[in-house]
């Protein structure tokens, strides 16, 4: 449609005045809607040579992605990346447990030898069976299970396992089944759960009937972040210390897909040399390098051989790096800014931090972004590592959330990510807090998704290439929001109100 006047401002002018615009600041204005909100395809790219159905990354902080979440991701079409705050075969196993499964969930069974005995196992409610396996361990071959209820109706309590167990073969089902087919293997032999091995050496985990039925009561899953080895694709972090070269071996063992340089500022001779050295060593893997937040950071990463850009600095809830160390950049001006210099080499964009609602989503991914990366917007969450508690002045489960520049990360090794592991002070760059029950992701992540869509369609573009070309030609019209226009946006003149949508 040819524009008559002007009305709003291109990107190029608006965040080309000096001001640091973060996404709250400023407001798309409505474009023309030729398709309907289903037509809308975000399909995208994390890096060169991954692909993504969504736009969606969970981010690498230990209480955001482990092995739990990344599987979730996956399902969902996006990916999570697993942080290193933890040993490099721990982080690796992590990777091995996303890759040897083809459903979200993860039951965390209990595993004994057959000559070892019950001891408080069955005390906890929430352990109906333990598998009995070779070593006593999870990557040994089932021998067999004992039920709770076989347990509780034995009048020896110390007999061995191996005596009592029941050995039904048709318990297991291979680890590439889907959820359909475990389903449907529990209701053919009436069973409440099935065993998933992994060519009848290991057992992967134990499915039961409840979590399938949990599961499927979210929207449809379709076929996931697969690559080409038939396998869900996950990422993994790590720093830019001779240590992490060590790591990156274990997890390029264990199939990782792609690598994410983890700093808070990557514009550094140690990433420069770390992302050189494993395009050299392991040409056909992935690196994303990061953080940056201008053009110049990007410039010298995408010159030294990246294949994605990490977007953001101080811009996430639990972080401080700004107030602290007077460095970073509001996050729509960052985002803008390092999109137009990195798509002139065609390397994709992921938005890191500051987002907390659907619209922010699309402002990012409208702003140049590929990929927007989540951490408070997943902490929480059913798949979120660590275990909920009850918020008495709250009144609703809560969930820990850590920025990983606390001084309570940075014990557990996440200090080199801001270049303070030889530092004898430890300068805090986050903070520890709590966020509040969301539920599964499996159900978060399709409502959201849906929002954004229709986000693309007031503002006629339906993809993220679609909307990128309507930005750059200057079709899609930016403006300011004051901080009256911006309480204006939001729920306002009420006593009380809603706030799940979901």
């Excluded at 990422?235 to 070269?245: C, E, L």
């Excluded at 990557?266 to 201008?294: A, C, R």
């Excluded at 229709?454 to 901080?483: C, I, N, P, Y």
């Excluded at 309480?487 to 809603?498: I, Q, Y």
Aim: with cysteine.
């Amino acid at each position: 449609m040819a524009t008559e006047f002007e009305d709003g401002f291109p990107a190029e002018k608006l965040f080309n005045q000096g001001y640091s615009y973060t996404y709250d600041d400023v407001i798309f204005l409505p474009h023309y809607i030729d398709f309907p909100t289903d037509a809308v395809n975000l399909s995208t790219k994390l890096s060169r040579n991954v692909p993504l159905s969504i736009p969606w990354v969970s981010s690498p902080m230990d209480t955001v992605t482990e092995a739990y979440m990344a599987s979730a991701m996956a399902a969902l079409g996006g990916i999570g990346i697993i942080h290193s705050n933890v040993t490099a075969s721990e982080q690796a196993d992590m990777i091995r447990s996303v890759k040897s499964r083809r459903v979200p969930i993860l039951s965390s069974p209990i595993f004994k030898a057959p000559d070892s005995r019950i001891t408080d196992e069955f005390d906890s409610h929430d352990v109906p069976f333990v598998l009995v396996t070779q070593s006593g361990t999870q990557k040994t071959k089932l021998l067999g299970y004992v039920a709770k209820s076989d347990w509780l109706g034995l009048k020896d309590k110390e007999i061995k396992l191996g005596e009592v167990m029941r050995t039904d073969a048709n318990v297991c089902v291979p680890w590439d089944y889907d959820l359909r087919q475990i389903d449907e293997k529990l209701k053919e032999e009436g069973r409440d759960f099935v065993v998933v091995e992994k060519e009848g050496r290991e057992v992967v985990d134990a499915v039961t009937k409840e979590e399938v039925d949990r599961v499927k009561g979210y929207p449809k899953l379709g076929k996931g972040t697969v690559g080409s080895d038939g396998r869900w694709m996950v990422g993994a972090a790590i720093g830019t210390r001779d240590s992490d070269k060590e790591r990156l071996e274990q997890l390029v063992k264990a199939g990782v897909d792609v690598i994410v340089l983890d700093s808070s500022q990557g514009n550094s001779v140690y990433q420069v040399e770390m992302i050189k050295y494993v395009k050299q060593t392991y040409p056909e893997l992935d690196v994303i390098g990061g953080n940056v937040v201008t053009m110049s950071q990007a410039q010298n990463l995408i010159k030294a051989g990246v294949d994605g850009l990490r977007v953001g600095m101080g811009s996430g809830s639990i972080c401080t790096t700004q107030e602290v160390c007077a460095v970073g950049r509001g996050q729509a001006t960052a985002v803008y800014k390092v999109s137009s210099i990195a798509a002139q080499s065609g390397i994709p964009v992921i938005a890191d931090g500051g987002i907390s609602f659907s619209g922010h989503i699309v402002k990012a991914l409208v702003l140049g972004a590929s990929t927007v990366m989540m951490g408070s917007f997943l902490a929480g969450s059913t798949e979120a590592p660590g275990a909920y508690e009850y918020d008495e002045k709250k009144k609703c489960r809560v969930k820990k959330y850590r920025g990983m520049g606390s001084l309570e990360a940075m014990t557990k090794g996440s200090d080199q990510r801001y270049l303070g592991d030889t530092a004898k002070l430890k300068i805090a760059q986050g903070v520890v807090g709590a966020v509040a029950d969301k539920g599964s992701v499996l159900k978060l992540v399709p409502y959201t998704m849906q929002a954004v869509k229709q986000g693309f369609q007031d503002l006629g573009a339906s993809s993220l290439q679609s909307a990128h070309d309507l930005l750059r030609s200057k079709t899609l019209r930016l403006e300011v929001r004051t901080a009256a226009a911006q309480a204006e946006g939001g729920v306002h003149g009420l006593t009380s109100h809603e706030k799940k949508a979901f």
